[in-house]
């Protein structure tokens, strides 16, 4: 089955770009998707690509998605002490037919420095 | 329109005994997962519910079941409960014809 890496943390100071990065393993993933989960929250969707895209742009968040390398990365601009948080990635396998079951990775906590 | 709705929002019982969260979806959602979210096993997936049917359901034993009403508000119940059923409870429903899913607060149960 499909399987979703993040690295577990990252620390930046305010003010400068964060990347979290995030490797999938079914190519035939169709749906590519960033949440954020702040403490005692449930996950908040950031943004998602589909897999015929390479890059999205929504504000201060940045998609690129490298379907060779089955890598995707959410850049975040100017990052503030508020996108402290845990951020997910999600892969939706296209070969899950009918079925929604998105597999999830482990999240990359995100520590901003004021 | 009103996000997904869980109650009640934090639960403490002790071992054995039973459990029953439910979960209100955004309106006109039809589809509604459930997920159990723990530091050592991240997000894993319970089960899927559409239009009251169990589409998919997840790698946990049998003392999790769920349900969805007519109105599409689902409830999952965990029975006997054990110290390692501790965790957050998370609902997320999703439009039909839509790969995008939306998540409530959670449910956080402590099992003493």
């Known amino acids: 089955g499909e399987d979703v890496e993040q690295s577990l943390f990252l620390s930046v100071r305010e003010g400068d770009s964060s990347v979290i990065n995030c490797t999938y393993t079914d190519s035939s993933s169709t749906y590519l998707y960033w949440y954020k989960q702040e403490p005692g929250a449930g996950l908040q969707l950031l943004t998602y690509?589909?897999?015929?895209?390479d890059m999205k742009q929504d504000q201060r968040l940045t998609v690129l998605l490298n379907k060779k390398d089955k890598h995707l990365s959410l850049r975040i601009a100017d990052t503030q002490t508020g996108d402290s948080a845990i951020y997910f990635c999600?892969?939706?396998?296209?070969?899950?037919?009918?079925?929604?079951?998105?597999?999830f990775g482990r999240g990359t906590s995100l520590i901003v420095h004021p | 329109k009103a996000g997904v709705t869980q109650t009640p929002r934090y639960l403490i019982k002790t071992r054995g005994q039973q459990v029953t969260l439910s979960c209100s979806p955004i309106s006109g959602h039809r589809s509604v997962s459930w997920y159990q979210q723990t530091p050592g096993q991240g997000l894993q997936f319970l089960f899927e519910?559409?239009?009251?049917?169990?589409?998919n359901k997840g790698n946990f034993p049998g003392r999790f079941s769920g349900r969805q009403f007519s109105n599409s508000r689902s409830e999952m119940n965990v029975s006997t409960l054990e110290l390692g059923d501790s965790a957050l409870y998370l609902c997320?429903?999703?439009?039909?014809?839509?790969?995008?899913?939306?998540f409530g607060p959670g449910t956080r149960l402590l099992v003493l």
């Open positions: 690509i589909f897999s015929n895209m």
């Open positions: 999600a892969a939706l396998s296209g070969a899950s037919g009918g079925s929604y079951i998105p597999t």
């Open positions: 519910y559409f239009s009251e049917t169990q589409r």
């Open positions: 997320a429903s999703r439009p039909e014809y839509q790969e995008t899913q939306y």
